[in-house]
């Protein structure tokens, strides 16, 4: 794997291999046309699921809530779930190791952060928090390949599909990786959000030694998300994703183009998944909440016996309030994933999809769809040609351009919305 143009990991190989690539690999990639698809591999892995929702899955149980025991909830993005969850398998011996994705020295490694096994549980406590990072499994497939024993990984709904289709095929695999954790997901960004926050922030790239996405801070709403740079001279700094030139998350700056591709919002082939609650009282509570899926009965048992203990603050939820936490998400991968195989083309291969193609829309959503599908497309382009021309402005001035016109039609209160919504009801 490695570095394109573009700021993603892509893999590399000989003409030949990339031109022709073998039957291993086809059938490997979750976004392959011919790989097997998310309800198959949750139909086979969740026989005796409880229940199915067309949105969110197979599931035995969900949750909202957070952790009470220790330092999960402070230390997380949200409520902590997920770092206790993958704690707490270390320490009952579950399992001998957890691959997660965890800060990196980017002078040493040319990232900023990257997949690494923790086995123990201080090892563990530094994969907590938010990620909008391009990251990869090979070292790690690498290393379970070469030492024996139980394994979890953590990972986003097409790192954890890609898992299953890799155990398919391979036996030793199969064997180890016994737990897979789930993150919800909105979309992947680039390296390059990195460096526009420096630029944003009247720093270079150099001269940053770390990134937090999601700066915690328990007196503001948990969705006011704060971007915060240490950097080598000791320094620090930060600032409100608002405030951003491309800091509206839906927008899809940076956004890598097989994520426009994607329908599994909430991990539906891990054995649990983890969300941000955002509904509601959640999502104004800066201390973060979480919102879970259990897919399995070792999961479910495993919640249920810590909500006893009082080690877990969880409340049971219905498939309804789950879908409301992740309206947002759900809409681009059900209404707008119909919409672009419809009428947008893809990058390269063309999907199948469990979404029926459809551009039966109002023009305002039709609109909606197209501007983020062209944000996508532009702002890494865009971005290497400020940086080519040593001209951060170039870009900045475009974003924000971009983004104005995106809200004043995307957002009810936008002008431009209110006009369409006046003209063109649905």
């Not at 490694?109 to 096994?117: D, K, L, P, Q, V």
């Not at 599909?161 to 016994?178: F, M």
């Not at 509601?280 to 399995?296: F, K, L």
């Amino acid at each position: 794997m490695r570095w394109d143009k573009q700021g993603f990991l892509k893999p590399a190989g000989p003409d030949h291999w990339i031109n022709a690539p073998s039957e291993s690999v086809t059938h490997g990639c979750p976004m392959a046309p011919s790989a097997v698809d998310e309800d198959r591999i949750a139909l086979d892995r969740f026989p005796s699921a409880e229940a199915r929702d067309g949105s969110i899955g197979h599931f035995e149980a969900a949750y909202v809530g957070h952790a009470s025991d220790g330092d999960f909830r402070p230390n997380g993005s949200s409520g902590g779930l997920t770092s206790w969850v993958a704690a707490e398998l270390l320490r009952s011996g579950a399992v001998d190791g957890v691959a997660h994705v965890a800060p990196a020295d980017p002078q040493a490694t040319g990232r900023f952060f990257e997949y690494r096994i923790s086995r123990n549980l201080r090892a563990l406590s530094a994969g907590g928090k938010s990620r909008y990072y391009p990251v990869e499994l090979s070292s790690v497939l690498r290393e379970i390949r070469a030492t024996p024993g139980r394994y979890a990984i953590i990972g986003v709904p097409c790192f954890i599909k890609a898992i299953h289709l890799l155990r398919a095929a391979d036996p030793v695999l199969r064997d180890r990786i016994t737990h897979t954790l789930g993150l919800f997901c909105g979309h992947q960004k680039s390296a390059a959000m990195v460096e526009s926050f420096a630029w944003q922030l009247k720093s270079e790239l150099d001269a940053v030694r770390a990134v937090d996405y999601r700066i915690k801070d328990e007196r503001r709403p948990a969705n006011w998300y704060r971007a915060h740079l240490d950097m080598r001279d000791g320094s620090s700094a930060g600032r409100d994703w608002w405030d951003l030139a491309d800091g509206d998350w839906g927008a899809g700056f940076f956004q890598n183009p097989a994520c426009n591709w994607c329908d599994d919002v909430v991990a539906e082939t891990a054995d649990v998944a983890f969300g941000d609650a955002w509904v509601e009282p959640y999502s104004s509570d800066g201390r973060g909440t979480n919102v879970v899926i259990v897919r399995t009965k070792e999961m479910r048992d495993l919640i249920a016996s810590a909500r006893a203990d009082g080690r877990l603050c969880l409340e049971p939820v219905d498939a309804e309030f789950v879908i409301k936490t992740q309206a947002a998400g759900l809409r681009h991968r059900r209404e707008g994933l119909a919409y672009r195989l419809a009428r947008l083309p893809p990058d390269g291969i063309q999907p199948v999809k469990r979404v029926a193609p459809s551009s039966d829309l109002p023009l305002r959503r039709r609109m909606v769809y197209r501007l983020r599908y062209s944000i996508a497309r532009w702002s890494n382009p865009m971005f290497r040609l400020a940086r080519a021309l040593r001209a951060p402005r170039l870009y900045l001035v475009w974003a924000r351009s971009i983004l104005r016109l995106y809200q004043s039609i995307a957002w009810s209160r936008g002008s431009l919305g209110k006009v369409l919504d006046r003209l063109l009801p649905r």
